[in-house]
């Protein structure tokens, strides 16, 4: 076997293509977009960059034939609660099943890793935000969403049987979307529709600064100084529903206030890879153009929930079940096209946004997928994330 790092366009090529050659016999595999994985390692595309930095590697059979790849990295903002050694991370992993193979490339990443100062590995997780190429699925091996990572059943013994250790699992749940909520759902939407200093509004495109400053509000207040999230301005979340907006259907993101401020939040977009499934991993012209065809006349009968989020001071009080109860009356219609419904992951150490999501309605468990850890000092006591309150 031969690693080759990733240091010119052909080998650049080359990683990507290792997906297809593991992948591509496969029908629940969905293949990227191109340019969504070359972007992670663009560094005038990824902000990552400005905190750390990446490198990657190919490998190859005896006879040249592509057969795996992983990238490392480093990033100063990448925190966990508890954290007592510094932690760098891999991911972009691809892999023949094959032990042997799999070792050669993760004892690259460790060891290139213990140069730059890490004590540790998580993975496989991204350069850059949580919401994407983030975890290996253990459970649900069906078709990934959009920026999701999607993986052959038997990486979870190649990374397991290197030593790596489960860290947090990342509950997905999903939901027939035109079955009746659970009644304790519903009585307690009741309580708070019945209350006047209570709306609910969609957002509308054509006022996107209004519902930037909503989500800010709201965002800053649930999440903000939390597993080392930073606040976010007005300006950031703007420039986020620009980019959010060819694709952003106004029935699907849902806010609520009390006395006109805003309280809680639920952002959903449509499930777009039902759409770029027929690409091939190209976003052309040609691709651009079937793709607003498919929004017009081949739509996507999923959806899929971004995020959910209370201000503090309005948790545990059922405004999750009065905005649920909301968007019930827009989705819940003969007319809409929705037949289905996933909740983008949610950590198991968060147990609060967890029973959240058990009482939408008739939810169940749809896929599982793993963030793993690997101490590089073996005698070294092994935690797992902790819990947070």
């Known amino acids: 076997?031969?690693?080759?790092?990733?240091?010119?366009?052909?080998?650049?090529?080359?990683?990507?293509?290792?997906?297809?050659?593991?992948?591509?016999?496969?029908?629940?595999?969905?293949?990227?977009?191109?340019?969504?994985?070359?972007?992670?390692?663009?560094?005038?595309?990824?902000?990552?960059?400005?905190?750390?930095?990446?490198?990657?590697?190919?490998?190859?059979?005896?006879?040249?034939?592509?057969?795996?790849?992983?990238?490392?990295?480093?990033?100063?903002?990448y925190k966990n609660k508890g954290d007592d050694v510094p932690v760098g991370g891999v991911g972009f992993f691809e892999c023949i099943n094959n032990q042997d193979a799999a070792d050669l490339l993760f004892d690259n990443a460790k060891h290139w890793l213990i140069t730059k100062g890490m004590e540790a590995m998580d993975g496989p997780i991204n350069f850059g935000e949580r919401d994407r190429w983030w975890g290996l699925i253990t459970e649900g091996f069906t078709p990934p969403l959009y920026c999701m990572n999607y993986n052959q059943p038997y990486y979870v013994n190649l990374f397991e049987n290197y030593g790596f250790k489960l860290f947090y699992n990342q509950v997905c749940f999903a939901l027939i979307a035109q079955k009746p909520l659970a009644q304790?759902?519903?009585?307690?939407?009741?309580?708070?529709?019945?209350?006047?200093?209570?709306?609910?509004?969609?957002?509308?495109?054509?006022?996107?600064?209004?519902?930037a400053g909503d989500f800010t509000e709201v965002y800053n207040k649930a999440w903000a100084g939390h597993?080392?999230?930073?606040?976010?301005?007005?300006?950031?979340?703007l420039l986020l529903f620009k980019k959010m907006k060819p694709v952003m259907e106004e029935n699907l993101v849902y806010f609520a206030y009390h006395k006109g401020t805003a309280i809680a939040m639920f952002i959903n977009l449509p499930d777009i890879?039902?759409?770029?499934?027929?690409?091939?991993?190209?976003?052309?012209?040609?691709?651009?153009l079937e793709f607003l065809w498919r929004q017009k006349f081949r739509k996507s009968t999923k959806f899929v929930g971004m995020v959910f989020g209370v201000v503090p001071e309005w948790q545990g009080t059922g405004i999750d079940s009065y905005i649920i109860g909301?968007?019930?009356?827009?989705?819940?219609?003969?007319?809409?096209?929705?037949?289905?419904?996933?909740?983008?992951?949610?950590?198991?150490?968060?147990?609060?946004?967890i029973n959240v999501a058990e009482n939408f309605g008739d939810t169940f468990r749809s896929r599982n997928l793993v963030t793993y850890r690997y101490l590089f000092d073996r005698t070294k006591e092994y935690k797992r994330h902790p819990k947070v309150s």
Not at 190 to 198: F, S, T
Not at 227 to 236: A, F, P, R
Request: glycine share 4%; net charge positive; proline share 4%.
């Open 1 to 77: 076997m031969q690693i080759i790092p990733v240091n010119n366009a052909a080998a650049a090529k080359e990683f990507i293509q290792v997906a297809v050659v593991i992948n591509k016999k496969d029908p629940n595999w969905i293949r990227p977009l191109d340019k969504d994985i070359i972007e992670v390692f663009d560094k005038k595309k990824n902000k990552a960059f400005r905190f750390g930095e990446v490198i990657r590697w190919i490998l190859k059979d005896d006879e040249g034939k592509l057969i795996g790849r992983i990238a490392a990295f480093i990033n100063k903002k």
């Open 184 to 211: 304790k759902t519903m009585d307690r939407h009741k309580i708070h529709e019945a209350d006047p200093d209570i709306s609910f509004e969609t957002i509308k495109k054509n006022n996107l600064e209004k519902y």
């Open 227 to 237: 597993g080392g999230l930073k606040q976010m301005n007005k300006e950031q979340v």
């Open 273 to 288: 890879n039902q759409y770029f499934k027929h690409f091939k991993g190209k976003f052309g012209l040609l691709q651009k």
């Open 326 to 353: 909301e968007c019930r009356k827009l989705i819940q219609v003969p007319s809409y096209l929705y037949t289905d419904y996933e909740v983008q992951w949610i950590g198991d150490f968060n147990p609060k946004m």
